[in-house]
């Protein structure tokens, strides 16, 4: 089992920049890939930025050269540096772990760009 804990969500103006924090614990030795994932109201889930077991990142088109994962600590901690911020990024951020073939996720913090 894999517990997984956002924090740095809020309320950000256009342009601006915001750090998201998603703790991990539990059976961290089993994680193989951390990523973001985010929900705006009426849309489906979707990938924002992965970084796989070597720091091997992947990043949506959408959000390439504005937003950096990154993952310390033997994988304690994982981070979603956001700048640049567009009214668009607006959404629940969910932090997601792969462990042993099985997801895991986080509670999920909101993310709100005003124009």
């Known amino acids: 089992q894999v517990q997984l804990v956002e924090s740095g969500g809020g309320l950000v103006q256009d342009g601006g920049s915001l750090r998201l924090s998603c703790a991990a614990s539990g059976s961290i030795f089993s994680i193989n890939a951390m990523g973001w994932y985010r929900q705006a109201p009426g849309k489906q889930r979707e990938l924002v930025a992965v970084?796989?077991?070597?720091?091997?990142?992947n990043y949506a088109n959408s959000v390439k050269g504005r937003f950096t994962i990154s993952s310390f600590n033997a994988k304690n901690t994982m981070y979603l540096q956001m700048n640049s911020l567009k009214p668009e990024d607006t959404a629940v951020y969910y932090c997601n772990a792969n462990a042993s073939g099985w997801p895991y996720w986080g509670q999920g913090t909101q993310v709100t760009v005003s124009s």
């Open positions: 970084i796989i077991g070597g720091g091997r990142t």
